[in-house]
């Protein structure tokens, strides 16, 4: 594999996520667009920690994905009054914040970057990343998954059968947060170099892209999303200053043929009954 | 004599200045079917709310078995034992019939368990929803979704997804609203079995024929007010709950 | 100098105001985000530049920016809101963002990632201590006539009553047999055409343009918006400026790039404590019922 494909193919892993990031969040029927927000955090943190105390990358990562989940859980809170746009607003307002607090945080270098973090190999990001796949599969069968469902379709309703919607919330706030700050330290150790325009509006975009894209109701949707946003402009060189209108398309192309994005539960089911035919 | 299981005393609930629930004083003694009548816009449906925790009593008691439980949020009055249906049915649209069966249950398991596959960490879990199913007569239905259903069973999803939470009293939002008499039959007798089964339910219905065959005792409401109780027999011979329900379009 | 900074803030608060408004005329109707509004603003700016380096007179640039901007919020409507317009409000605001992608990729490849640059429209004036450009005071003549405008609009024509019937109430508004959808389209356009203005007057009083305009000022403008609150007309008057101006003080007195940190932690306390906005009269009822 060329270094190049390798290059990518930790984009992806990184890209994917940072996706799962959202669709935590998402599942409980919360749009944040500032998740680029905590994958800053988790970025900044773990170099700090792996550059500045020589703390091993896999233990500062889990330091940071635990301290990004503080921090989603605390923002979360205040947050609970909001719903869906002014959610969404409010959670750009807390990327615009964290990406000036970092532009203006000359210890680890402030609009000028940081850098001296250890390269990793593509290999470490996919055994996160995919480890990470497979726990957010597991998790959608289990009791917790199915209150966030709950919460997503009817949050009254949740509350009136018994569920704490509360804490549902904050939890898939956190628990997004910490996934986001784990993409965030891996994207630091690969690219080795990282400054605050790397986190903001546009990464949490991105983030938004590959859920909806790839499917916002199924985990592995965020796989497909992920994979399609880096590796289709490779088959697309020759548009390739087109690219990103062609992603706009699509993105708007699925909104009115497939809400749910390209993968959802039904197809799943169709593609491995098939494969179990076979 | 013992404590009833559900007992208000007081309840007052307001409306910008409206009363839609005045000095609501009622019991509901274990092991019966209460019913609560009243013509439209009685504030039936305020007093379940008002029960539940949805709305918080601006005055009065709401206890459970003598413990009280009014300014308690939604979700503990449910854990403590209340469940509940809606009147306009509110069922999960991405769940199926299953989960909807095992999302209500309350859980003992400890947290980490709750985040692996029900499938390994609650098997007791899954046969308690099994059992609620074919009591309500499900199980063929067990994997669509709920919300695709024909109206009459998406009541009995309802009513199931409450009983699966194991309530101590069971709340009932006109249960039978819209339904033929053959299904209004069939909720009738699916009540009166779980009631064997040592469930007490409180239900709201305006159909004043289906709860005279069907409730241990009664309280008429009219424009928030308690305005008689009684056997179904007492009721129906009370001057006062025939003017209440004459000349109002029910 | 304070006067200086403050006519300067209140230059850059101006063209919050206008775009503000713009995300506001489609907020406060329907209740939904179009994200693409400020590409229509960046779009409008290249429209008004390419024109103005071409020679042709001022209000030539600005119609241009203007009508421009509009058509492409037709289309915008009619692809990516219409279909939609029964999905939660979430969804309609993700199509609105694929336009936003789309808009900000064609800007780039025909006027080039690089700022375009021209030299300061207009004349300059010195009064006292200050110095104030004729494009400077276009940009803030322009936006109290504009308001103005839309508020005449808005609030006294039948149209106006019209708009805001839909807002408060769809269902009630169709009953009375107006137009929702005739309507919606209006408000589109309003909003469109407003953010064309707004587009050329800020590339013009700058001098500079980049395809990533839209994204710095439109982000800062929702914050306007919230601040103001969303069905307030006249907040966004007050709190462009407000924001303007104490943007560009935190940066003469405070330090560099705090400013975006005020302002956005601003917009998120207004968005907790005041929902309807810094002038919203009575609290409007976002809470969910049962």
Same mark, same amino acid.
């Given at each position: 594999?060329s270094?190049?494909?390798?290059? +990518?193919?930790a984009e992806?892993?990184?890209l994917?996520?940072?996706?799962l ?6 599942a409980?029927g ?12 988790g ?5 700090y920690l792996?550059v500045?105390l020589?703390?091993p ?13 503080i ?5 979360a809170f205040?947050?609970?009054r ?7 607003m409010?959670t750009v ?11 203006n945080?000359?210890? /680890?270098g402030?609009?000028g ?8 190999s593509?290999?470490y ?12 599969m597991l998790?959608?069968?289990s ?16 509350g ?6 509360v ?5 898939a ?8 700050a ?10 080795v170099?990282?400054e ?6 546009e990464r949490s975009?991105?983030f !938004?892209?590959?859920?909806?894209l ?5 985990a592995?949707?965020s ?5 399609l ?7 697309l060189?020759?548009?390739a ?7 706009g398309?699509?993105l708007?192309?699925v909104l009115?043929v497939?809400?749910?994005g ?13 494969r179990?035919?076979? | 004599?013992?404590t009833p299981l ?5 309840v007052t609930?307001?409306?910008?200045g409206?009363?839609?629930?005045s000095g ?20 039936k449906?305020t ?10 009593a601006?005055?009065?008691?709401v206890?459970?078995k003598?413990?009280?439980?009014t ?7 449910v854990r403590?034992?209340?469940?509940r249906?809606f ?18 249950q309350p859980?003992?398991?400890s ?8 499938a390994?960490?609650?098997p ?7 059992e609620v199913?074919?009591f309500f007569?499900?199980t063929? +239905?067990?994997d669509?979704?709920a919300k695709?259903l024909p109206?009459g069973?998406?009541?009995?999803v309802? /009513? ?6 194991r309530?101590?009293?069971?709340? +009932?939002d006109?249960p !039978?609203?819209?339904m033929?008499h053959?299904?209004?039959e ?8 779980l009631?064997?089964?040592?469930l ?8 004043m024929?289906? !709860?005279?065959r ?6 008429v ?9 009684g056997?179904?027999e007492?009721?129906?011979?009370n ?9 109002k379009?029910d | 100098m ?6 300067n803030?209140?230059?850059?608060g101006a063209?919050y105001t206008?775009l503000?408004l ?7 109707i ?9 590409e229509?603003f ?10 103005i380096?071409?020679?042709f007179?001022?209000?030539?640039? !600005?119609?241009a920016?203007?009508t ?7 289309v915008?409507?009619?692809v ?8 939660? +409000?979430?969804?309609?605001m993700l199509s ?11 800007a780039?490849?025909i006027w080039?990632?690089d ?8 004349d ?8 104030i450009?004729? /494009?400077?005071l ?7 006539v ?12 039948p ?5 805001r ?7 009630v508004?169709?009953?009375?047999g107006v ?5 919606t ?7 469109g055409s407003?953010?064309?203005v707004?587009?050329v007057?800020?590339a ?12 710095e000022i ?8 919230v601040i103001?609150?969303?069905r ?5 008057l007050?709190a ?7 943007e560009?003080?935190t940066?003469?007195?405070g330090g560099?790039q ?16 005041r929902p309807?906005?810094l002038?919203?009269?009575a609290r409007s009822?976002?809470?969910?019922r049962v």
């Open positions: 594999m270094t190049y494909y390798a290059s +990518l193919l992806s892993g990184i994917l996520l940072g996706a990031s959202v669709y935590i969040i998402l409980t919360q749009l944040s667009l500032g998740n680029g927000a905590f994958m800053g955090i970025a900044y943190l773990s170099s792996t500045a020589n703390v990358l896999t233990l500062a990562l889990v330091i940071s994905a635990i301290a990004a989940g921090i989603g859980a605390i923002v205040p947050a609970l909001l719903k869906g746009i002014y959610l969404a409010a307002g807390f990327g615009e914040m964290v990406r000036s607090f970092f532009l945080f000359d210890t /680890m402030g609009s970057g940081y850098r001296g973090m250890q390269h990793i593509v290999g990001v996919w055994l996160w990343a995919g480890g990470i796949l497979i726990a957010v998790l959608e069968r009791r917790v998954w199915l209150e966030m469902q709950a919460v997503h379709d009817d949050e009254t309703a949740a009136l059968i018994g569920l704490n919607t804490v549902t919330k904050i939890s706030f956190a628990a997004g947060a910490a996934v986001a784990i993409s965030g330290g891996l994207f630091a150790h690969h690219n170099y990282i605050p325009a790397n986190f903001g509006f975009v991105d !938004v892209l590959a859920v909806i790839g499917g916002s109701t199924v592995p949707g796989l497909v999303g992920s994979l946003l880096v590796f289709l402009p490779e088959f060189r020759p548009i200053d087109w690219r990103l209108a062609a992603f398309s699509l708007v192309l009115l497939r809400r749910q390209i993968l959802d539960r039904s197809l799943i089911r169709m593609l491995t009954f098939r179990a035919a076979a | 004599m013992s559900l007992q208000l005393t007081g609930k307001t409306f910008g409206i009363h839609a629930l609501m004083v009622c019991e509901v003694p274990e092991g019966k079917i209460v019913g609560v009548i009243g013509p439209n816009g009685a504030g449906t007093l379940f709310n008002t029960i539940t925790g949805a709305y918080r601006d005055a009065g008691e206890k459970l003598g413990v009280d439980v300014q308690w949020p939604s979700y503990r009055i403590e034992g209340i469940a249906t009147q306009n049915i509110r069922l999960f649209g991405s769940m199926t019939v299953w989960e909807h069966l095992l999302v209500a859980h003992s398991e947290a980490w368990r709750r985040l692996l596959p029900i390994w960490a609650n007791a879990a899954q046969e308690r929803a099994e199913m074919a007569g499900l063929e +239905l067990r669509r979704p695709s109206y069973i998406q009541r009995k309802e /009513m199931a997804r409450a009983v699966t939470a309530p101590k009293l069971l709340l +009932l006109e !039978v609203a819209g033929n053959d299904e209004a069939e909720i009738r007798s699916l009540m009166i079995r009631r064997d089964t040592g007490t339910i409180l239900l709201i219905e305006h159909d024929n289906f !709860v005279m069907l409730c241990d005792y009664l309280y409401l009219d424009f928030g007010v308690l305005i008689a109780e056997k179904p007492e009721v129906r011979a001057p006062v709950v025939l003017d209440a329900y004459l000349g379009d | 304070l006067i200086q900074q403050l006519v803030g209140l230059t850059l063209v206008l503000a713009s995300f506001s005329l489609v907020m406060g329907l209740g939904i985000l179009n994200l693409a509004i400020a229509l960046m779009i409008g700016g290249y429209l008004g530049f390419t024109l380096q071409a020679g007179p001022l209000p030539v640039a !600005v119609l920016g203007m421009g901007a509009a058509v492409i919020a037709i915008i409507e009619k990516g809101y219409q279909p939609l317009r029964d999905a939660p +409000l979430v969804t309609p609105t963002l694929g336009f936003s992608i789309i808009l900000q990729n064609i780039t490849n080039g990632s700022p375009l640059q021209l030299p300061i429209y207009g300059q004036y010195t009064l006292g201590p200050v110095n450009g004729e /494009m400077q276009l940009v803030l003549g322009a936006t109290v504009l308001v103005a405008l839309v508020a005449y609009i808005v609030q006294k024509t149209m106006g009553r019209a708009l019937a839909v807002a408060e109430n769809r269902e508004a169709r009953i009375l137009s929702a959808d005739r309507l389209m209006l408000a589109f356009i309003l909003s407003l953010a064309g707004a587009g007057l800020i013009l009083h700058y001098g500079a343009i980049t395809p990533y305009l839209g994204v439109g982000l800062k403008a929702i914050a306007v918006m103001g609150g969303t307030q007309i006249w907040g966004a007050v462009g400026p407000l924001i303007g101006i104490a560009v003080l940066v003469a007195y560099s705090v400013r975006d940190f005020v302002v956005y932690g601003f917009m998120i306390l207004i968005l907790l404590l309807q906005g002038l919203g009269g009822d976002q809470g969910q």
